[in-house]
């Protein structure tokens, strides 16, 4: 069980019967109001792949996290309002890969069943809240391309998991593309993934701290003490290098809980990323 009514209340919204419609709903509330964040990571704190943890962590004290977490959390409040929903493994893509990773496990991906519509008529969405600036919205199970926000995204089958997806993104997002498998998953399978990524050296969870909103008009995405900002009109990009604008912007514009954060803490976190920035631009 999770705490439906505050996890709810951080979204903005009311409970309401399954729907496409109401599905669209939490997903786009989810994706602009609990940020995709590797900021526990670099509090030092330890997380699971566990999707109760997760919810509780999100909707009392009011933190986001990765896809894990994000995908986790919302398939457990999917769940709780009488949704069916499964998790599959999946495999991100980022930029310096030369070809498609597969469905390697660091990522967790959702779909829901049982909502038909004339859009979607076999009743199976895509649903993902887990790919910073990816899905703004769920999307029809089918082959084909779409477009939300500035972000122009396809559909298809993958070429490298039998049976299974691919999504591609725009040139300009944050990954090249994701699949994943049609197969169910369990939490056991992401667990192992979970260790290394918010644990090794070389995981670019634990060498930058981020934190991306994805909106109507497109994203906000932090990455240590620059921020981009991605929208029809271009991408824009600045360096916050106030300590009390950054923090702000934490809670602010990403929506950050931050009570349980020790002023001791928040000078440490401030000083490694601001010295990590001062390291790279030198570089």
Do not use: K
């Amino acid at each position: 069980m999770i705490d439906v009514s505050t996890y709810l209340r951080r979204l903005g919204l009311r409970a309401e019967p399954p729907s496409a419609a109401a599905l669209a709903t939490l997903h786009r509330a989810h994706a602009e109001r609990i940020a995709y964040t590797t900021f526990d990571i670099h509090l030092g704190r330890t997380t699971t792949v566990d999707p109760l943890e997760s919810a509780d962590r999100i909707a009392r004290l009011g933190r986001g996290g990765y896809c894990y977490h994000l995908n986790g959390a919302m398939s457990a409040l999917l769940t709780e309002l009488g949704y069916d929903v499964r998790w599959h493994v999946g495999g991100v893509q980022g930029h310096a890969a030369a070809e498609p990773v597969g469905a390697n496990g660091n990522h967790l991906v959702l779909t829901v069943h049982g909502l038909p519509t004339p859009e979607c008529p076999a009743g199976v969405w895509f649903a993902d809240v887990g790919l910073g600036d990816g899905l703004h919205a769920p999307v029809p199970l089918t082959p084909g391309s779409f477009e939300q926000g500035p972000y122009a995204f396809h559909l298809g089958h993958s070429a490298v998991e039998p049976d299974g997806w691919r999504l591609t993104h725009a040139p300009f997002g944050a990954f090249v593309g994701m699949d994943f498998r049609t197969a169910e998953a369990m939490p056991a399978d992401f667990a192992a993934m979970h260790v290394e990524l918010t644990t090794s050296p070389e995981s670019g969870f634990v060498r930058t701290l981020t934190a991306q909103r994805r909106h109507v008009a497109g994203a906000d995405i932090l990455r240590g003490l620059t921020l981009t900002t991605v929208s029809a009109t271009g991408i824009a990009r600045r360096d916050v290098t106030n300590r009390e604008e950054w923090w702000a912007m934490l809670a602010g514009l990403f929506n950050l809980g931050l009570d349980d954060v020790t002023a001791e803490e928040r000078t440490a976190l401030w000083d490694r990323v601001r010295a990590t920035h001062e390291a790279r631009v030198a570089a």
